[in-house]
């Protein structure tokens, strides 16, 4: 009887736990995702420095951006770049509707949006 009360103690111990969890593994991948973003925009500005223009291939940054949770890419457009992270839909990272799309322009603008498209929705 004991050990039934036990089991029942740690399994709602565990229901309650879990989802709490879950969401800070969503938040760190968040995270992740905005200093790599960080580190790929400062190395833009490197590059921009010694060549006079933006790189678009991400195969040039350096250490290797890990593509796990997110996909990268980098837009040039006519006034700068912007830079972008994708949720992959079958990484860890898919549950996160909130955050699906990260973006930082050349300028320091940060956004971000919801799976359906909704702005600014998570930081």
Same mark, same amino acid.
């Given at each position: *009887?004991?050990?039934?009360?036990?089991?029942?103690?740690? &399994?709602?111990?565990?229901?309650?736990?879990? #989802?709490?969890?879950?969401?800070?593994?969503?938040?760190?991948?968040?995270?992740?995702?905005?200093?790599?973003?960080?580190?790929?925009? /400062?190395?833009?500005? *490197?590059?921009?420095?010694? =060549?006079?223009?933006?790189?678009?291939?991400? &195969? /040039?940054?350096? #250490?290797?951006?890990?593509?796990?949770?997110?996909?990268?890419?980098?837009? !040039? !457009?006519?006034?700068?770049?912007? !830079? &972008?992270? +994708?949720?992959? #839909? $079958?990484? #860890?990272? $898919? =549950?996160?509707?909130? %955050?699906?799309?990260? +973006? /930082?322009?050349?300028?320091?603008? *940060?956004? &971000?949006?919801?799976?359906?498209?909704?702005?600014?929705? %998570?930081?």
């Amino acid at each position: *009887m004991e050990l039934l009360l036990v089991l029942a103690l740690v &399994s709602v111990l565990l229901t309650m736990a879990a #989802p709490t969890w879950r969401q800070h593994q969503l938040t760190a991948g968040r995270q992740q995702a905005w200093l790599q973003l960080q580190r790929i925009g /400062l190395q833009q500005q *490197m590059w921009l420095i010694q =060549h006079g223009r933006y790189f678009e291939d991400v &195969s /040039l940054v350096r #250490p290797v951006v890990d593509g796990l949770r997110y996909s990268y890419k980098i837009h !040039l !457009l006519e006034a700068g770049l912007l !830079l &972008s992270a +994708t949720v992959n #839909p $079958s990484g #860890p990272q $898919s =549950h996160d509707v909130l %955050c699906w799309r990260l +973006t /930082l322009s050349d300028t320091g603008e *940060m956004q &971000s949006l919801g799976k359906g498209g909704e702005m600014e929705v %998570c930081k």
